[in-house]
């Protein structure tokens, strides 16, 4: 689809303004796209920079989760008049540029669009289910797949760790032509969260 075009995903439809600036999310060469490697955070409250064409790529569900209600009052819509920005919402993507064209897997994170959590290993550490999107650019088109892939957050009294503590990390598998997820929380790895995301939608498995 042109990325000046309409683009439906599960019957919402995101406005493909954004789809060319998206393009920019992996602008290099990945040369090992093999390598395992911790994947990106992007504040979406008030997206700036990279995190524009992350929060365009979401644009339909952080008006929805924007509509809806405050944590603390279930049923009592935002007051738009005070909801600035898009509260809590955040994501992680990791790109893969293959020169002829650029996939990006990004998983989003709102009060009220992840469906569901993990037990976690830590205190303060939540493992949440959230909304994933694979999007692919190549020769000025655009495509998505809608899925759902595990979001690792932590909390304001989660313990002080070193970097390799709590990270996911994502690699690109040749063989089968899929992104590799691996979520480890407090060093330990995080079985259930273990994916295989395929970049075509018939191999895709979970």
């Not at 790529?57 to 920005?85: C, F, H, M, Y």
């Not at 709102?110 to 290993?121: A, G, I, K, M, Q």
Request: proline share 6%; with cysteine.
């Amino acid at each position: 689809m042109s990325c000046r075009g309409l683009l439906r995903t599960g019957g919402a439809a995101i406005v493909l303004a954004g789809c060319c600036a998206a393009a920019t999310m992996a602008q290099t060469y990945t040369a090992d796209p093999g390598t395992w490697r911790p994947v990106a955070y992007s504040d979406l409250t008030f997206p700036r920079g990279e995190a524009e064409s992350y929060a365009s790529l979401w644009q339909d569900r952080l008006d929805e989760s924007n509509k809806k209600a405050e944590p603390g009052n279930p049923g009592v819509p935002l007051n738009t008049s005070i909801a600035v920005g898009n509260r809590g919402a955040s994501e992680w993507h990791f790109s893969i540029n293959f020169q002829t064209k650029v996939v990006a897997l990004s998983v989003l994170s709102t009060p009220h669009l992840c469906t569901d959590e993990y037990p976690s290993p830590t205190k303060d550490i939540r493992i949440k289910i959230c909304p994933s999107r694979l999007a692919t650019f190549e020769n000025n088109s655009y495509s998505v797949i809608d899925g759902a892939a595990c979001f690792v957050e932590k909390e304001s009294g989660a313990p002080v760790e070193d970097s390799t503590a709590t990270v996911t990390y994502a690699a690109y598998d040749i063989p089968t032509r899929a992104i590799r997820l691996r979520y480890i929380v407090s060093h330990q790895e995080i079985d259930h969260c273990a994916q295989s995301v395929a970049l075509h939608p018939e191999n895709a498995t979970r």
